[in-house]
């Protein structure tokens, strides 16, 4: 009952995890989609005066050429510095002014003037209303917007009439009483008549007429110089850019949008782009599945891999939809770098070329950034084979963006292109890609705690003996300390020898026994002469012995030690038992049921080749002390009994380690323990005085001593 209920539990997780990868597929397409551009262009990235690096373009339409912006605008403002806009002018203004200065002059305020004075100022108001008075402000306006004319309406016609000759009613006073003739008129009488309560606005401004006139001579304006027929040859590769060439092309690609717009069935173009943005995810989803099936069961390293191509792929898009020449600054190299640090080379040219794929599906010419970026990709994950040391990285850099240039420069001098021809903004991209392909080294670090991975560089890191947890095991249980490093140096080779993480293992033995610091004399490594476990009964030290483990993940804590070595920690030992505890319990209460749990060890087994080399070479540098006798007999022998012994129990049947495997790994045991244990010649002692003057002197057969004797 219980073993079916295990296994209705293993189902409901393996569905529940399937479900979540299958969204996560789902969620990665429709955001890819959502920032594609949704209508079908031609777009070409070029420069005026380099060669054309596409192929041949041909019309597939008629189009016209439509003039530069700037020349349009040029052609507006020569329009529109001789436009005048449009007054209507009211003449009942004057009507009702003049008629109340008549009557002034009749029986009002200016009665006593006398009679040429009357006839000069109604003749001298009638003048400016002529002309027409216009408002102050709206004068001001007409000014500032550099016209120098208006029209006059005047019932059906309109009349263009200079800004100098229109007045406001303070210009018409100053012009009524500039004009006046001194020799016949006093001016100060003329000034005291007020003639300001005379003078109002008669010009009225027409919006609609001059609203309705501006659009018409912009709309008199060709945006355009000429046309392109139906299979008219524009451009091929290696021509030289000129920039009539420049307009016609910008004029295709303006065409083909309004074109695609007009014709084109969005939803089918939407749909299309999705069906194959989800094919290249199912596909890559596959690839995991079928070749690296520990990621795929790894929800971490599935979110990790679909996000970098989802982010990437959404950069391409966004950027080239502003710029296509920027298209190269993205660093979608860094996808291989990522990938390649924290999981394998395969997996990470796989995910970039997938990454690039998706990418040139928002690309009208794909073909030089495919090349280009996938040869980046290739040289970054030679470059980065093995990361050691963080100028690694810097260096890997220079060269990735080194190469990628000169491979470009070889690009170029393939189609025939002189070095005075090259694109220099290509690759001035390029340089600054590289530049934002350095920011991949403070975003290694925060993948590393957003999703739990762990760089090399971390367990070069850790692996140093100055580390705090290390210093104090060395402090606290030195014999386990050196059995640590024993153990670091048995599994570094092994897994050198069959290809596995050598640097992992390396660091992970350093600590997979680091929880003894909490009773470093129960373990016999650093024991000298009083055994604790013999005033304790076995199952009390069993569980002392097991505990361990616990405790060592609790330091790992502590310590913030990366998950991957607590992994480590918890499967060194398996769920294998405290053997000598449990065999002297059993004969010692043969008859009694025991309780294999107080002598087994919490697990789990080994998962990973790594995992089973450290408890491997743990078990069996452990034993090596035990030997009676140090030969190479009773090594292999030793060797071969714990390792066979380790795949009888079932101990490595959950790690994929192979027959092969197994076999490098106990040859590499038996050379290296040969190595540390072996024999060492006798050296000679030395004679005291009294021993020389009893020992007999030889013989001199050389006739040269005994001539020389006197």
């Known amino acids: 009952m219980e073993i079916c209920i295990q296994n209705m539990e293993r189902s409901q997780s393996t569905i529940t995890k399937n479900i979540t990868r299958a969204l996560l597929v789902l969620l990665s397409t429709i955001l890819i989609v959502l920032f594609f551009p949704h209508e079908h262009s031609v777009s070409y990235d070029y420069s005026i005066g380099k060669p054309w690096k596409y192929g041949e373009v041909i019309a597939d339409f008629d189009f016209p050429v439509y003039k530069s912006e700037q020349v349009v605008q040029a052609e507006k403002d020569s329009a529109l510095r001789h436009f005048q806009p449009y007054f209507r002018i009211d003449p009942s203004v004057a009507s009702v002014q003049l008629k109340n200065l008549s009557q002034d002059f009749e029986e009002g305020s200016l009665k006593s003037l006398p009679q040429d004075y009357r006839k000069y100022i109604y003749s001298s108001i009638s003048e400016v209303y002529e002309a027409g008075i216009m408002d102050g402000q709206e004068y001001a306006a007409v000014m500032d917007s550099n016209y120098t004319a208006i029209r006059i309406e005047k019932g059906t016609s309109a009349m263009a009439r200079s800004l100098k000759k229109i007045f406001t009613t303070h210009s018409a006073y100053l012009y009524i009483l500039s004009q006046v003739d001194s020799t016949r008129f006093n001016r100060e009488v003329i000034s005291r008549c007020n003639l300001n309560d005379y003078l109002s606005t008669n010009l009225l401004f027409d919006e609609?007429?001059?609203?309705?006139?501006?659009?018409?001579?912009?709309?008199s304006i060709s945006y355009f110089k000429g046309y392109v027929q139906l299979g008219e040859k524009i451009i091929d590769r290696g021509d030289i850019v000129t920039p009539e060439t420049a307009a016609i092309i910008e004029s295709l690609m303006k065409a083909s949008v309004n074109r695609e717009q007009k014709k084109s069935n969005l939803f089918l173009q939407i749909g299309g782009k999705f069906l194959l943005v989800l094919a290249f995810l199912s596909v890559f989803l596959i690839y995991l599945y079928l070749y690296r099936k520990?990621?795929?069961?790894?929800?971490?390293?599935?979110?990790?891999?679909?996000?970098?191509?989802?982010?990437?792929?959404?950069?391409?898009?966004?950027?080239?939809?502003?710029?296509?020449?920027?298209?190269?600054?993205?660093?979608?190299?860094?996808?291989?770098?990522?990938?390649?640090?924290?999981?394998?080379?395969?997996?990470?040219?796989?995910?970039?070329?997938?990454?690039?794929?998706?990418?040139?599906?928002?690309?009208?010419?794909?073909?030089?950034?495919?090349?280009?970026?996938?040869?980046?990709?290739?040289?970054?994950?030679?470059?980065?084979?093995q990361l050691t040391s963080r100028s690694q990285l810097f260096r890997s850099v220079f060269i990735i963006t080194a190469l990628t240039e000169l491979f470009m420069l070889c690009t170029e001098l393939q189609q025939g292109h002189t070095f005075d021809l090259l694109d220099s903004n290509w690759y001035m991209s390029e340089a600054i890609n590289g530049i934002l392909l350095?920011?991949?080294?403070?975003?290694?670090?925060?993948?590393?705690?957003?999703?739990?991975?762990?760089?090399?560089?971390?367990?070069?890191?850790?692996?140093?003996?100055?580390?705090?947890?290390?210093?104090?095991?060395?402090?606290?249980?030195?014999?386990?300390?050196?059995?640590?490093?024993?153990?670091?140096?048995?599994?570094?080779?092994?897994?050198?020898?069959?290809?596995?993480?050598?640097?992992?293992?390396?660091?992970a033995a350093l600590y997979h026994d680091v929880g003894k610091i909490k009773n470093p004399t129960y373990f016999t490594e650093n024991q000298s002469?009083?055994?604790?476990?013999?005033?304790?009964?076995?199952?009390?030290?069993?569980?002392?012995?097991?505990?361990?483990?616990?405790?060592?993940?609790?330091?790992?804590?502590?310590?913030?030690?990366?998950?991957?070595?607590?992994?480590?920690?918890?499967?060194?030992?398996?769920?294998?038992?405290?053997?000598?505890?449990?065999?002297?319990?059993?004969?010692?209460?043969?008859?009694?049921?025991?309780?294999?749990?107080?002598?087994?060890?919490?697990?789990?087994?080994?998962?990973?080749?790594?995992?089973?080399i450290l408890m491997i070479a743990d078990s069996v540098e452990a034993a090596s002390k035990s030997l009676k006798t140090i030969d190479d007999v009773s090594i292999k022998t030793m060797v071969d009994n714990i390792v066979d012994a380790k795949m009888a129990g079932g101990y490595l049947k959950d790690c994929p380690l192979t027959f092969r495997d197994v076999q490098k790994a106990k040859e590499v045991l038996v050379t290296s323990l040969k190595t540390i244990y072996h024999t060492r010649i006798s050296y000679p002692t030395l004679n005291t005085q009294e021993e020389k003057s009893h020992s007999p002197k030889p013989k001199r057969k050389n006739k040269f001593f005994r001539r020389g004797k006197r």
Request: one cysteine or more; charged letters at 15%; glycine letters at 4%.
């Open 208 to 219: 609609k007429k001059t609203s309705g006139q501006y659009a018409e001579t912009l709309n």
């Open 294 to 385: 520990d990621y795929i069961q790894d929800l971490r390293s599935v979110c990790l891999l679909y996000l970098l191509i989802t982010i990437f792929s959404i950069a391409v898009s966004v950027i080239s939809q502003n710029n296509v020449q920027h298209i190269y600054y993205v660093p979608i190299t860094a996808i291989a770098i990522f990938v390649s640090v924290f999981m394998d080379s395969r997996t990470a040219f796989f995910t970039d070329l997938l990454a690039i794929f998706i990418s040139s599906l928002a690309l009208q010419e794909p073909y030089l950034f495919v090349i280009s970026q996938t040869f980046s990709c290739i040289v970054a994950i030679f470059s980065l084979k």
């Open 438 to 507: 350095l920011f991949t080294y403070p975003f290694l670090y925060l993948m590393e705690k957003a999703f739990g991975f762990t760089s090399p560089i971390t367990l070069i890191e850790l692996s140093n003996v100055s580390h705090p947890l290390l210093h104090e095991l060395s402090k606290q249980a030195q014999g386990t300390f050196n059995h640590s490093m024993q153990v670091a140096n048995l599994g570094n080779e092994i897994a050198t020898k069959i290809n596995a993480d050598a640097l992992l293992v390396r660091t």
């Open 529 to 612: 002469g009083i055994n604790p476990h013999d005033s304790l009964p076995e199952e009390r030290s069993a569980q002392i012995i097991i505990q361990h483990v616990a405790d060592g993940l609790e330091l790992a804590d502590k310590y913030g030690l990366p998950r991957v070595i607590k992994e480590f920690i918890m499967t060194h030992h398996g769920v294998s038992q405290t053997s000598y505890f449990y065999i002297k319990y059993r004969n010692q209460h043969p008859d009694e049921e025991i309780d294999e749990s107080l002598f087994s060890y919490p697990g789990p087994n080994p998962f990973t080749k790594e995992q089973a």
